[in-house]
Every structure is written in C-alpha cells, then in structure tokens.
T-cell receptor, first 113, second 114 residues
Framework: SQKIEQNSEALNIQEGKTATLTCNYT??????LQWYRQDPGRGPVFLLL?????KEKRKERLKVTFDTTLKQSLFHITASQPADSATYLC????????????FGTGTRLQVTL | DARVTQTPRHKVTEMGQEVTMRCQPI?????VFWYRQTMMQGLELLAY????????DSGMPKDRFSAEMPDATLATLKIQPSEPRDSAVYFC????????????FGPGTRLTVL
C-alpha cells in the first residue's frame, strides 16, 4: 500500500544550526513533492516544490532534495531561528497538477535559543 | 493579499445535529479541496472540485457527508447527522490545478461533536 513517512517525534535543535527533516515514501511515483509549514491553529502554508527530475531546490534558508531512487526527500533549514518552530508536512503530487496531494503526518520542529 | 476564508472557525454541536461548513476560495482559483485533519490520521483529502464540478469524493463517508459548490465563490461541506468521530479540523484549500501549482489553505473549522 502507499505510504508516506515523516518522523513523528519532534526535532529539537539549537538556534543557528541546520535542521534536517525527512520524508520517505513507498509505492508512489510522484511527479512533484511539496513541503508545507503548519503553525498551531492555522492551515498549512506552501514552502517549496520540487519536480521528479530535479535533485535540489533552494529558497533563501530552505533547501529540498528529492531522490526518486531512495524514495526520499530531505528538507533543510539553515541558520535556524526560533521563528522556524512549526510542523512541516511533505506532500506527494502524482500528476503534477496539485489535484490530489497526499500529505505525510508532519514533523514538529522546535528551535531553541 | 488573497486568502481562503472559512466559516465558522469553531463549532461545537451535539451528536445527531447537522453541521455546515463554508469556504470562500481565492478569486480566480478553479479547484477547491476539502480536508480533515486529526492527530491520528493527519491531513486527509475528503473531496475536491474543479470548475465547480465534483472530481473526487472518494475520501468522504457518503452516508453522512456531502460537499457542494453552489457558485464559484462558495463551497460547502455538510455533515448530517454528525457523530463524535467527526470531531476534527476541516480545511478548505484552493488552487489553479495546473502543473507546478500549490494549494492555498484556509484557517480551518474546528468541529467538536459531543
């Protein structure tokens, strides 16, 4: 069966360090993979999208990698700040039209001073 | 700053009552999604529409849930009758449904069924 796995345990890191979150999937062949941020009491907010033929994508302090052989995406936040504390969700898009995204359960990131 | 709006933000009701949640998608977006989020299951797609036509509602319990788009500016999700297991946060999202597009989420409706 199709499965998306994100580390359910919270990730605690110190301010200034690089946070790395993992998204593993099985029995999918996604055209796109997206990362969203969700703050408590709010809806998810889109951060980055990476296509199946791209290895890496960057946006300011964010970097996403996509390894379709390993069926894994890594999401990095460099020089992390307490304001980066949130839950991060990965989502698989099989068609590339964002029509039927399947979300992982998310990983909560806590950045401390 | 265009946003998806949802009403109500919070709803507490008793088992057996009808619940209606409303969503106004971003103007110009032709695709609307309904999701349910719980701690156990995460974010699950219930249904989605394109150009107001339902394209997929396979994630929705058909016997009690219904979703409609009376017009391009309003999407509704109705539960009748509601049950305690329906307690969750319900999100509406909209998008353009094109390659490389993303989904824009509303703030959600937190539903508690007693």
């Amino acid at each position: 069966s199709q499965k998306i796995e994100q580390n359910s345990e919270a990730l605690n890191i110190q301010e200034g360090k690089t946070a790395t979150l993992t998204c593993n999937y099985t029995n999918y062949s996604p055209a796109y993979l997206q990362w969203y941020r969700q703050d408590p009491g709010r809806g998810p907010v889109f951060l980055l999208l990476i296509r199946e033929n791209e290895k890496e994508k960057r946006k300011e302090r964010l970097k996403v990698t996509f390894d379709t052989t390993l069926k894994q995406s890594l999401f990095h936040i460099t020089a992390s700040q307490p304001a980066d504390s949130a839950t991060y969700l990965c989502a698989l898009d099989p068609t590339g039209t964002a029509s039927k995204l399947t979300f992982g359960t998310g990983t909560r990131l806590q950045v401390t001073l | 700053d265009a946003r998806v709006t949802q009403t109500p933000r919070h709803k507490v009701t008793e088992m057996g009552q009808e619940v209606t949640m409303r969503c106004q998608p971003i103007l110009g977006h032709n695709t609307v999604f309904w999701y349910r989020q719980t701690m156990m299951q995460g974010l699950e797609l219930l249904a989605y529409f394109r150009n107001r036509a339902p394209l997929d509602d396979s994630g929705m319990p058909k016997d009690r849930f219904s979703a409609e788009m009376p017009d391009a500016t309003l999407a509704t999700l109705k539960i009748q009758p509601s049950e305690p297991r329906d307690s969750a946060v319900y999100f509406c999202a909209s998008g353009l449904g094109q390659g490389g597009d993303t989904q824009y989420f509303g703030p959600g409706t937190r539903l508690t069924v007693l």
